[in-house]
């Protein structure tokens, strides 16, 4: 799992929501129409003529997009939830799932230092999974 991925999980659960918003928009209102202008050349010279009907291209972009987000979110939360060790499973949820700061986290497990669950828990974990990445959370 890589920095990055942990740090954008907020966002990730955010932005969920709402294109699950949006979708659900697109699906039970007209948010989901829209209208084109088309030439029409029966008459053999090009006449702008307005189409309308459902907006296919995107809301598939949505779903695609959508679905990409879930997969995310679910490959962060297996990654926390299969962490052994419950302090360093604590910690990984206050910051991912919670947004806690380091300071927080330090003082919820009874630490003054802030920089010890950080480098001593968070990362020392990341690196012996051997799939630390360089990015800084």
Known sequence: MDKAKLKRYPRT???????EAEIRDMETTDAGMGSDTVLDYRSGVGVPHTEYGFMWPKYEECKAR???????AMEVREFVESIQ???TQQVFQMRVYQGKSWLQIAIAIGKSDESYPRKCIYENY???SGKSEKSVL
């Open 13 to 19: 659960i955010r932005n969920i929501k709402i294109l």
């Open 66 to 72: 959508l679905n990409r987000l879930r997969q995310e």
């Open 85 to 87: 060790d419950p302090l």
């Open 126 to 128: 990341l690196k012996k």
